[in-house]
Structure formats: C-alpha cells, structure tokens
C-alpha cells in the first residue's frame, strides 16, 4: 500500500514540475513548448526530488528531529544539484543530447547546473515541504486503498510505454547521426588527398550528409519530431572527431603551402 501510494506521488509531482517547466518555456518563448524528457506530461526529475525531500523529512521527523528552514533548505539545494547534473550527465551519455543548458548563466557547473537554479529548487523544496505535500498527501489519503492500487499500475503502465517510445526514438535517431557522422569521417581525409577542387567536393559532401539526416527527421511521426524538439541541444558524441579535424585541417594547410610554393616556380 505504502509503495502505490508513493508512486501515485510520484506521478503527482511529475504532473506539476511538467506544468511549471511548460508554461516557463511557453511564456517565456512566446510559444508552446512541450517540456521533459518523456512525451507524455511528466517531468520525472520532480517527482524524484519532492518525493525524496518529503521521505527525508519523514525519516527525520520519526527520529525527533525537527529541521530548520535554512536546513530543508540546504538539503533541497544540494540535492536537486546533485539530481540535475547526474541525470544531465547520464541523458547525454546515453543518447548525446542535452534536455537543458545553463551556459549563459553565472557561476555555472558544465552548464548542467548553476547556483541560481539550484537557490530556486532550495526555495522550491521549502514550498514542496510546507505547503505543496501536506496538501497532496492529504488528498491522495482520502483516497479508497483500491483505487490507489488501480491509480499506480495505470501510471506505471503509461510511464513504461511513454518511456519505451522515447527511448526507442532517440536511439534511431542517434543510429542515424552516427552513420553519418562515421561516413563523413572516412571520407573526409580521402577527399582532401584526392582532389584538387576540395572545397566543392567537401560542401557537396556536407550538403548530402545533411539531406540524408534532414530526410530521415522529415520521415519520422509527429510523436518522434515532438520528441526531437524538447532536446536543447545534441553534443558531440566523438571525440576522434577532434583528432580526424585536426589532421584534416594540417592537409589542407600543407596543400595550400604547396599550392603557392608551385606557383612560385611557375612564374
């Protein structure tokens, strides 16, 4: 009963982080953004914090501990910076993409986290301790037990399909970009030691890559392109790319010193 009750919670607090993360981005990009990771309207990473600070004050409450508001507020900010950067660093691991950046803002971490937003989520868990979970908890209580139970498979189920269907287009569209990425690597090199007209032939090369990838995206449901746009940014998901440019970069140099010596004879 315990574990329903927590995961219908859970969802709950899902619900509402996708609701402010929505209208924060709607408002603020005069246009409808659907935010999160997954397609349906949850943000997990809510969830996860609210649920976590209002299990912490539990446990300590039940040890007869009584924390301050400088205390819950510490907790809140140290763990949802905690919770930000790792799930930023596993979702980028994963699938190479980057769901939010904090680059343009000061005093920030990767630009996974940042002090500001992590002050805001200290702040947020005050309001989640003192005002939004006594109210949710105590609504979820007047629940029948039953209806509980039914409430937690239903969202276990749709939060397994809805997470099932991302996962599954991000790795094909990630299949996607690797083959190009390794086609355009391989010819890369073969092109500059191969031709004389290089410039037009690496732009061909570039311009092909992208009609490839641009026809791919233009395949794909709505449900995948909605998927695709919730992604701030792709990172750059191989290194050796650095090493392939750099010595991409020497053989055009080289050539275009050779390029000038030749004419030099010439005249």
């Not at 709607?26 to 997954?38: A, P, Q």
Request: charged share 20%; aromatic share 14%.
């Amino acid at each position: 009963m315990w574990l329903s009750r927590y995961i219908c919670l859970f969802f709950i607090y899902s619900f509402m982080g996708w609701i402010y993360e929505t209208l924060y981005c709607t408002i603020k990009n005069g246009k409808w953004e659907n935010r999160g990771f997954l397609f349906g309207p949850a943000c997990p990473i809510y969830g996860t914090g609210a649920v976590a600070i209002s299990v912490i004050m539990k446990v300590t409450i039940g040890n007869g501990i009584v924390l301050s508001l400088w205390q819950i507020f510490l907790i809140a900010f140290i763990g949802s910076a905690g919770l930000e950067y790792i799930t930023s660093w596993g979702l980028e691991k994963l699938f190479h993409a980057a769901w939010w950046d904090y680059s343009d803002f000061p005093l920030n971490l990767h630009g996974r986290i940042s002090l500001f937003t992590s002050m805001g989520f200290g702040l947020a868990g005050l309001l989640v301790v003192h005002i939004i979970a006594p109210f949710t908890e105590n609504a979820v209580g007047h629940i029948i037990p039953i209806l509980i139970e039914l409430l937690s498979l239903c969202f276990v189920f749709v939060f397994a399909v809805d997470f099932t269907l991302t996962v599954t287009v991000l790795y094909h569209f990630d299949s996607i970009v690797v083959h190009v990425d390794n086609s355009f690597n391989q010819s890369m090199e073969s092109i500059v030691d191969n031709t004389v007209q290089r410039s037009s032939r690496v732009k061909n090369s570039i311009i092909e890559k992208g009609r490839f990838v641009n026809d791919q995206v233009n395949s794909m449901n709505g449900f995948m392109k909605s998927t695709l746009r919730r992604i701030h940014f792709f990172r750059d998901r191989d290194e050796n790319r650095k090493t392939v440019k750099n010595r991409v970069l020497t053989k055009i140099k080289n050539l275009r010193i050779n390029r000038k010596r030749s004419e030099a004879r010439d005249e």
